[in-house]
């Protein structure tokens, strides 16, 4: 089947026309900014009357189309800054659509604030009438939450504080981000590369390549480190300081709440994996002796092995995962067509784009759009199909009522790696080769690498910088040593040179909505490990099963989802067990290829 030629760039003009200069944008949030102001005037009127709870319906009802206007405008705010760095006009509208996600927050904290005001019975009462049984669960958090907080008007303070404190630094450290270059000599002249471009090259086959990138990159970001150790000590100080006035002890509190996950699922998870570390470290000791090193550098762990040419066009990786994700399903598949034909995505490898990958959505809109940097390897391919999984997470879930859509990262990043699960063993059992198949299967085990050892190395470092941070700033030389520390344990000492200035390139620890932004990822991924094996016994018509399990990410916790659709307990090694066993068997596959 032959597919049509798509664009590398995402369509942002059928959302609002004209970019950061949009018009229509603009009053977008001229309305958006109105609309927050009746709500609030709502909000504070509103009183429960168990005989007329008409008004209560008609506040929830303000509550979801806030909510999705907010996230609308957010995420085109977070298209124009990613697409191109240097758009001060996308960095001025982020501070107006910040300043309004304030506002409502502000808002929210009136209505925790009524909330848990009610007394027991009568919220029983109203849980049980029929129009509002089907929000039960998004209600009765809200008001679990509420009753954990401080006052309305401490709340309301820390909400406003935010917008020129926490949230400020945030935007500080993406501006500073934005003007990180790395010089990069080719053909004997000097590029200046952005960010994305120049990790797109620890994937060259080239040493020398890559150390030369590697050293760029420290020196690049370590001109910045002091004011990026400033950002980082006063976001976490922030937070601390809020924390303490909530009387919350364990930093882990708040995004295990956010992730609707006990302390011990998350335990139970960490020490199985660090009991499964050896095949890992046996991996990379053989990547080592492949090319020909004592022990891999921090930028060898991605390093290519073998000459075999397995990249794709961006049309060829289309066509790819369309056919391979039609084989799981056809709703999957049709998304992706969607995506692809509709320009939803921005993979262009070109300077001034932001580092990484990510999709967002517009729930008004009913679309997504996915940005990333594509450059034709295999990496780049799986990372479209992850993004791809976000999408179809957001499509299905546009028959669910709007506030029951809010799932958390841990559960958001199942639903991306199952899609780039799919797409990677399609790739290994189609190997035309045995050299292609061991790139492959290296490819899909790096994965595993990611996972089990670089996210722990982040979870490690800020769980230890957070309990030093308690008694104080922490110098950027003591960050150094921290993720140094941490890298070791998480890679089992597998590794002979380390990277102690990730901390300071790696959004991820400078991220203000979701604190701890890393072991959601690890448990999405195995717990799709869970879920791909249940599919793969399945076999054709899981899609649809899967699809239900996708529709209650957002309305229970994850110990009841996976309870409810797997049939599971995650306080258990057994679950952890099974999923970390897949990935040794690929570590197995790959060690007898060679012999």
């Not at 996230?71 to 300043?99: I, M, N, P």
């Not at 390549?209 to 004011?227: I, L, N, Q």
């Not at 690498?449 to 230890?464: D, G, K, P, Q, S």
């Not at 229970?556 to 040794?584: N, P, Q, S, Y």
Request: include cysteine.
């Amino acid at each position: 089947m032959k597919f049509p030629t798509f664009s590398q760039n995402w369509d942002l003009d059928v959302l609002f026309m004209g970019g950061s200069h949009s018009p229509a944008f603009q009053d977008f949030l001229n309305k958006s900014e109105k609309d927050l102001s009746a709500f609030q005037q709502y909000v504070e009127a509103w009183q429960l009357d168990l005989q007329d709870t008409d008004r209560f319906y008609t506040l929830l009802e303000m509550l979801k189309a806030n909510m999705q206007q907010l996230e609308q405008a957010s995420s085109f705010v977070s298209c124009l800054q990613a697409q191109d760095t240097s758009d001060s006009k996308a960095g001025s509208l982020r501070a107006k659509v910040s300043q309004l996600l304030a506002t409502y927050g502000v808002i929210l904290t009136t209505f925790d604030e009524k909330l848990r005001s009610i007394s027991d019975r009568e919220w029983q009462q109203l849980l049980e009438k029929k129009e509002f049984s089907e929000l039960q669960f998004f209600l009765t958090e809200r008001r679990k939450h509420a009753k954990e907080k401080l006052s309305k008007a401490e709340e309301s303070l820390i909400h406003s504080l935010s917008v020129d404190g926490y949230h400020g630094w945030g935007e500080i450290y993406d501006t500073l981000a934005s003007h990180v270059y790395i010089p990069f000599v080719e053909n004997g002249e000097t590029n200046m590369l952005s960010v994305g471009q120049a990790s797109n090259l620890f994937n060259h086959p080239n040493r020398a390549v890559r150390k030369e990138v590697f050293h760029k990159w420290e020196e690049a970001w370590g001109e910045k480190t002091d004011m990026l150790a400033d950002i980082l000590n006063h976001l976490a100080g922030f937070r601390l300081t809020v924390y303490k006035a909530r009387g919350w002890e364990d930093v882990l509190k708040e995004p295990l709440a956010i992730s609707r996950m006990k302390k011990e699922t998350l335990d139970t998870m960490w020490h199985t994996i660090a009991d499964f570390k050896a095949p890992l470290v046996r991996f990379l000791n053989k990547k080592a002796e492949m090319l020909g090193i004592k022990k891999l550098s921090w930028f060898d762990v991605e390093a290519p092995i073998g000459n075999t040419n397995s990249t794709m066009t961006f049309d060829e990786g289309a066509e790819f995962i369309i056919s391979h994700f039609n084989k799981f399903g056809p709703q999957l598949a049709d998304l992706a067509k969607t995506a692809f034909k509709n320009r939803w995505i921005e993979a262009e490898d070109r300077p001034g784009k932001r580092a990484g990958g990510f999709c967002t959505s517009f729930p008004l809109s009913e679309q997504s759009r996915i940005f990333m940097t594509y450059s034709g390897t295999p990496s780049n391919v799986s990372t479209l199909a992850h993004e791809l999984g976000h999408a179809f997470h957001s499509a299905v879930l546009h028959e669910i009522h709007p506030l029951k859509r809010n799932y958390a990262m841990n559960v958001a990043e199942t639903a991306s790696t199952f899609a780039e699960m799919v797409i990677a063993d399609a790739a290994v059992k189609q190997a035309a080769s045995k050299e292609e198949k061991l790139v492959l299967l290296e490819d899909k085990i790096q994965r595993s690498v990611a996972l089990l050892m670089n996210i722990h190395a982040r979870f490690l470092f800020e769980t230890a910088f957070y309990e030093e941070r308690k008694a104080g700033y922490v110098h950027k030389e003591r960050l150094n040593e921290l993720m140094i520390d941490a890298q070791k344990t998480a890679y089992g000492d597998a590794l002979g040179q380390y990277h102690p200035q990730f901390w300071s390139s790696k959004l991820h620890f400078y991220i203000t909505d979701t604190p701890f932004y890393n072991f959601p990822y690890t448990f999405g991924y195995l717990f799709s490990l869970g879920i791909y094996a249940k599919a793969m016994e399945a076999g054709a018509g899981y899609e649809k099963k899967y699809i239900a399990l996708l529709q209650d990410t957002a309305s229970m916790t994850v110990e009841e989802l996976a309870k409810k659709h797997l049939d599971v307990d995650l306080t258990k090694r057994d679950f952890w067990e099974a999923g970390l066993k897949l990935c040794i068997e690929d570590i197995e596959e790959f060690l007898a290829l060679l012999g």
